[in-house]
Nanobody, 126 residues
Framework: VQLQASGGGLVQAGGSLRLSCGTS????????MGWFRQAPEKAREFVAA????????YYADSVKGRFTISRDNAKNAVYLEMNSLKPEDTAVYYC????????????????????WGQGTQVTVSS
């Protein structure tokens, strides 16, 4: 299974971007799907995640109210709508997926996700 992320780019502070992540090469449905990001010289951090059948996604406090995660189960795809972008959102964004359902306490743990996209750069200028 391969994940392919796209949609990154350069945007001014206050602007918006929409990231997309599709899967290929597999026949099973991904249960947990999410986004993480990594800024230069910083550890990879959780951004947002959604599990199959959940009505409530999970967000990092730093993006709550500005970012919206959604998924298309038929396509095994996940999206991240990013609004009111800030310079501190600058990072490489990675999509992640797991065929197993991450338990609630681990949904923010990158080790719960066995499949990763290649990353897409998001740069927010001030």
């Amino acid at each position: 299974v391969q994940l392919q992320a796209s949609g990154g780019g350069l945007v001014q502070a206050g602007g918006s971007l929409r990231l997309s992540c599709g899967t290929s090469g597999g026949t099973f449905t991904m249960n947990g799907m999410g986004w993480f990001r990594q800024a230069p010289e910083k550890a990879r951090e959780f951004v947002a995640a959604v599990r199959w059948g959940d009505t409530r996604p999970y967000y990092a406090d730093s993006v709550k109210g500005r970012f919206t995660i959604s998924r298309d189960n038929a396509k095994n795809a996940v999206y991240l709508e990013m609004n009111s972008l800030k310079p501190e959102d600058t990072a490489v964004y990675y999509c992640a997926a797991s065929p197993n359902r991450p338990i609630t306490s681990n949904v923010r743990n990158p080790q719960q996700y066995g499949y990763w996209g290649q990353g897409t750069q998001v740069t927010v200028s001030s």
